[in-house]
């Protein structure tokens, strides 16, 4: 197997490479492609040093997968070279999440729609994964029609500048500095920031509509509504969602938590509640704080926890390889 990185340098791309050696041992080739910037630099991978290149038709020949952790627009500039080379392209980008030939796919809930590919898979949004991951479990005992969630993602979703502004404005008004913002709208140290990404419509943000429409893909459920509001918290690593749901027929605690035990994945906590520093570098979902929804009628309220940069993207997009190659006959 052999398998090439496009944005090998990011935080996602840099996770993806340390998840290959977790999920993938019988990958034999490693290739990272970066901007020009980083051409001639050298990354590390079992042992062996990789050296960044340029994607370009020659040196992409021989690879059976390419992991994009670069944006939308780069994404969709790579695409067809990939597919001409013949390798699947698994992407982290937004750009192909809704194209109707194009998987949106979180393993554990929806891996057999990967099977169906075009030589294009789709990794959904971060904080929508980790949200469908907690919520799964219960639409399998009856359909979700409605969702309501406020999430709180961390500085790393981001990326490497996310965290690097969060750690500068916490020195600086240790040191009685003013702060700068230039990664987020406004100070994030010791900040909470309703307001993720540009605004798509009826107020809502991209990123609060994305967890309807790719909810939607990865559940199965076109007629899904979800209304959402994103947070950004000063916290490095790992989202937290909060979310309160109504099935198509009532669903108790009981039957949820059951549920959430069951599917792999998930950890469902009963003592206590799941936070983000026992979630971070790791790749289950935590779910807990499961209740009566004292709105809806006959749903659920719950609380979840999971590592964005890992469950999120990379390890997440890694295992829809895994999956692919565990499926090919």
């Known amino acids: 197997m052999k398998i090439g990185i496009l944005g090998a340098t990011g935080a996602v791309g840099r996770q993806m490479l340390e998840c290959i050696s977790e999920q993938l041992p019988e990958c034999e080739e490693v290739r990272v492609f970066a901007s020009q910037r980083s051409k001639g630099k050298v990354m590390h991978w079992n042992e062996q040093e990789l050296v960044i290149d340029v994607m370009n038709e020659e040196n992409i020949r021989g ?18 070279l990939i597919r001409k080379a013949g390798a699947v392209f698994v992407d982290n980008s937004r750009y192909f ?5 194009v998987p949106l796919v979180v393993p554990e809930i929806n891996g057999e729609d990967a099977l169906h590919h075009n030589g294009i898979i789709a990794n959904p949004n971060c904080s929508t994964i980790i949200t469908m991951m907690a919520a ?4 399998r005992i009856s359909p979700i029609r409605k969702i309501i969630a406020s999430t709180y993602q961390a500085v790393s979703g981001a990326g490497i500048e996310g965290m690097r502004e ?7 008004i240790s040191a009685g500095q003013q702060v700068h913002p230039s990664v987020f709208p406004a100070q994030i140290a010791y ?4 307001w993720i990404g540009s605004e798509q419509e009826e107020g809502y943000t991209a990123e609060e509509m994305k967890m309807q429409y790719e909810g939607r893909k990865i559940l199965h459920l076109p007629d899904l509504k979800v209304t959402c509001t994103c947070v950004r918290v000063p916290v490095y690593r790992s989202h937290s969602i909060s979310f309160s749901l109504e099935c198509e027929a009532p669903v108790s605690p009981e039957q949820a938590a059951d549920a959430i035990r069951s599917f792999p994945g998930d950890v469902y906590v009963e003592e206590g509640y799941p936070m983000p520093l026992e979630t971070s570098n790791q790749d289950l979902v935590y779910v807990g704080r499961l209740r009566k929804d004292l709105v809806f009628e006959g749903g659920i309220a719950a609380w979840c926890c999971g590592d964005q940069i890992r469950k999120g993207a990379a390890s997440n997009a890694v295992a829809i390889i895994r999956y692919l190659e565990d499926h090919k006959n």
């Open 97 to 101: 999440r809704l194209h109707d030939d």
């Open 63 to 80: 690879l059976d997968y390419v992991l994009g952790a670069v944006s939308a627009s780069l994404a969709a500039q790579y695409a067809p």
């Open 166 to 172: 969060l750690t500068e404005e916490v020195n600086a």
């Open 136 to 139: 799964a479990p219960i639409s």
């Open 191 to 194: 900040n909470c920031i309703p």
